[in-house]
């Protein structure tokens, strides 16, 4: 039996990558182990978004290669995004590496194996496979398309995963009632854009508002969360159904980037300030209580002071509930790559920290209406003695796993990971909410 090394690196979207992937090789008899010193293959998953990103993927394989050579690990296999891109070099420079497979060659990978004698070459499973590599499993992440049409500036996800390709409504079902089998009680829906879930299917094809409503129909998940959506993807049934269908947490992450048309212009962006505002008021009008997530990127070339004054205006503006920032680094390969990087790394950092920090102001403000609510609270892990007097830690309808805040429960009783405790919120600080657990 082959025991497996796993490392899994990058967004939600490379984790359902790796989840799927290691759920093959573990149907065909690998054996997943935590200490990658122990393993027979490492499998390392690739991050190619951001500079950081790729060094740390870089740095994984240069550990991984070592391994091998001291004897400790038999083979060493890279797929993701940075070896799309970067296959060839990255070949030449680490030829420790056994394997380099990207998104078009993945299928290489259990032929691979089995001719090197870590597997036998059979018959995968009919139904999709996911092995969970967290400590959670009750919050699952389901990917339903692939690849991008967008043609953002900025941005070389559509180099490194190509064009949009929905996944059919019927995989996507089987596989949210397999991650329901296995304990999901919250799940998260990610793509580059779940809005244009559908639109290769052709006009009458299913939508994402279809998609929904099938899983809400054959499952019985309680939460389902809707991770990246550009307002231009935000129609009036999918606003409808939100509003009605309790199930949909109400919570959006709908990324901006910018709020200075001539900046969006230049970022190719699909949205102008008076659209987002727009579109902002239609979620706040028509789903009481949203939650509002976006990201923007500072230091974009041609990025002056009376566009970061147009952004932070705009942000102060609309109150955001939940906010990323993010400065901006050139990606080979991209329109904005070559543009001169004419803002210092200095001006970028230091517009990332103001913008932070007027965005703490504004979410203390926007979450201090949910004060005095009863809620439900889903666990996510017992506290630590020193927490502050609470019995458990979970999150509210609007706080997403891993980005947002945390709820700390008192009194929440025998609850364990994935149960829900009905509390009362008391307050809350920078992002995170104390609740008292309701008999």
Known sequence: MMKLGVVS????????????????????????????EEADVLLINTCGFIDAAKQESIDTILQAAEL??????????????????????????????????????????????????????????????????????????????????HGCAFCAIPLMRGRHRSEPVEQIVREAQMLEA?????????????????RDFGREGPKLPDLLETLLRETKVPWFRLLYVYSSGITPRLLELMASEKRIVPYIDMPIQ????????????PERRETIREKVQLLRDSVPDIAIRTTVIVGFPGETEE??????????????????????????????????????????????????????????????????????VLVDRIAEPDEEGATHVGRVPWQADDVDGITYVERGGWARPGDFVRALIVGNLDGDFRAVAVP
């Open 9 to 36: 690196l990058g967004c939600d979207k490379a984790t359902v990558d790796s989840e799927r992937l290691v759920g093959e090789l573990v149907s065909r008899g690998a054996r997943v182990v935590e200490d990658a």
């Open 68 to 149: 091998k050579r001291s004897g400790r690990v038999k083979a060493v296999v890279a797929v993701g995004c940075l070896v799309q891109r970067y296959r060839d070099e990255l070949a030449r420079e680490i030829p420790e590496v056994d394997l380099f497979l990207g998104f078009d060659a993945i299928d290489r990978l259990v032929p691979a194996l089995a001719s090197k004698g870590f597997l036998e070459e059979q018959p995968g499973p009919v139904h999709p496979r996911r092995f969970y590599l967290g400590e959670s499993p009750h919050v699952r992440y389901l990917k339903i398309s692939e690849g991008c049409d």
């Open 182 to 198: 296995q304990g999901a009680r919250e799940i998260n829906l990610v793509a580059q854009d779940l809005a244009h879930y559908g």
């Open 258 to 269: 910018h709020a200075s048309d001539r900046m969006l212009r230049r970022m190719r962006r």
């Open 307 to 376: 566009d970061f004054r147009c952004l932070v205006d705009f942000v102060e503006e609309m109150g955001f509930e939940h906010l990323g920032v993010f400065t901006y680094s050139p990606q080979e390969g991209t329109r904005a790559a070559l543009e001169p990087d004419d803002v210092p790394d200095e001006v970028k950092r230091q517009r990332q920290e103001e913008l932070i920090e007027v965005q703490r102001v504004i979410a203390a403000d926007r979450l201090a209406r949910f004060a005095g609510r009863e809620v439900e």
